[in-house]
């Protein structure tokens, strides 16, 4: 079983849509989560990082993370055709990071 | 604040020469530093992680020899790929963390084309 779960996507949705992203994960050990944004030939971009379970909100995106059900989400609302890159989860406390293998999201006008 | 410079962002030279791809961290100090590597739709494969003022740390399969990493300071690290060859083509992208503890940030990654 692999430690993290991403659906590669593509996930197409139209301008102004909620978009939902998620990843699954195996080990309890997980102390912290990140969400990153990687647009074409570029490197990740931060966009999200907390410690605990719960909501949080910054503008456009909320990451909730459910450590019970080792679940993690990325919520975009009002979602813009310049928000078209890859989403990669990112989970850390252990050893090293490790990271889902990203969801590419188009958003079409 | 938080960024990270790589250069550089796109090299391409003849097999069995030597690349030197900077990282910088411009507006923190980096405790640790990271490198890894992306083939294309696909997530990043660490390649070492670098401690300030010590020697790197390297995952299993990666050939220290073949690439040289050195973090001489706080705020710059840079990896050498020796005597290139075309399967060592890819996008090499760092990282820079305030410490072990913090979020990295990336570099916007150097495309190396070996022909």
């Known amino acids: 079983q692999k430690e993290v779960e991403q659906d590669p996507g593509p996930l197409s949705v139209p301008e102004g849509a909620i978009v939902s992203l998620n990843c699954t994960y195996s080990?309890?050990?997980?102390?912290?989560f990140m969400w990153y944004r990687q647009y074409s030939r570029k490197g990740p971009e931060l966009l999200m990082y907390?410690?605990?379970?719960g909501n949080k909100e910054d503008g456009r995106f909320t990451a909730q993370v459910d450590k019970s059900s080792k679940y993690i989400s990325l919520f975009i609302r009002d979602s813009q055709p310049s928000d078209s890159a890859t989403y990669l989860c990112?989970?850390?406390?252990?050893?090293?990071?490790?990271f889902g293998t990203g969801t590419r999201l188009q958003v079409f006008p | 604040g938080a960024v990270v410079s790589q250069h550089p962002s796109w090299v391409i030279c003849k097999s069995g020469t030597s690349v030197k791809i900077e990282c910088r961290s411009l507006?923190?100090?980096?405790?640790?530093m990271f490198w890894y590597r992306q083939f294309p739709k696909q997530s990043l494969m660490l390649m070492a992680t670098s401690n300030e003022g010590s020697k790197a740390t390297y995952e299993q399969g990666v050939e220290k020899d073949k690439f040289l990493i050195n973090h001489a300071s706080l705020t710059l690290s840079t990896l050498t790929v020796t005597s290139a060859h075309p399967e060592d083509s890819s996008f090499y992208i760092c990282?820079?963390?305030?410490?072990?503890?913090?979020?990295?940030?990336f570099g916007d990654g150097t495309r190396l084309s070996i022909l």
């Open positions: 990282s820079a963390a305030r410490d072990s503890n913090q979020p990295q940030h």
């Open positions: 990112v989970l850390g406390g252990t050893d090293k990071l490790i």
């Open positions: 907390t410690y605990s379970s």
């Open positions: 507006d923190f100090q980096a405790t640790t």
């Open positions: 080990n309890s050990a997980f102390q912290y």
